[in-house]
């Protein structure tokens, strides 16, 4: 099991900008972020593989950026372009297995951290 903890969540108007930073026990291969609203299933955002390969839910495709810090096992998402339906509580996920290319479904991971809310306002 990895330990997981994000931080950078919080309120935000439309149309602006967040960082996610996730700082963990030890970074995986594949390491994600997933977002769950109230009332709607966990939702996969962005996936990043040990090589940099990234994949993207359609939604926030073009706007969003993950990345990762292998020295300092942090992983980070930024959001830009905030719209309403990007609120829900965000968690930062590692997967004990290889695979590739990134995967966005929530059951190909197995450590998960304790979520950081974002709430973004019209």
């Known amino acids: 099991q990895v330990q997981l903890m994000e931080s950078g969540g919080g309120s935000v108007q439309a149309g602006g900008s967040l960082r996610l930073s996730c700082a963990a026990s030890?970074?995986?291969?594949?390491m994600g972020w997933f977002r769950q609203a109230p009332g709607k299933e966990r939702e996969g955002v962005a996936a990043?593989?040990?090589?940099?390969?990234?994949k993207y839910v359609e939604s926030v495709q073009g706007r969003t950026t993950i990345s990762r810090d292998n020295a300092n096992s942090a992983l980070y998402l930024q959001i830009n372009s905030l719209k309403p339906e990007d609120s829900g509580v965000y968690y930062c996920?590692?997967?004990?297995?290889?695979?590739?290319?990134?995967?966005?479904?929530?059951?190909?991971?197995?450590?998960w951290g304790q979520g950081t809310q974002v709430t973004v306002s019209s």
């Open positions: 996920a590692a997967s004990s297995r290889v695979f590739t290319p990134p995967i966005l479904s929530s059951s190909w991971y197995d450590s």
């Open positions: 030890r970074l995986t291969l594949n």
């Open positions: 990043i593989g040990a090589a940099g390969s990234t």
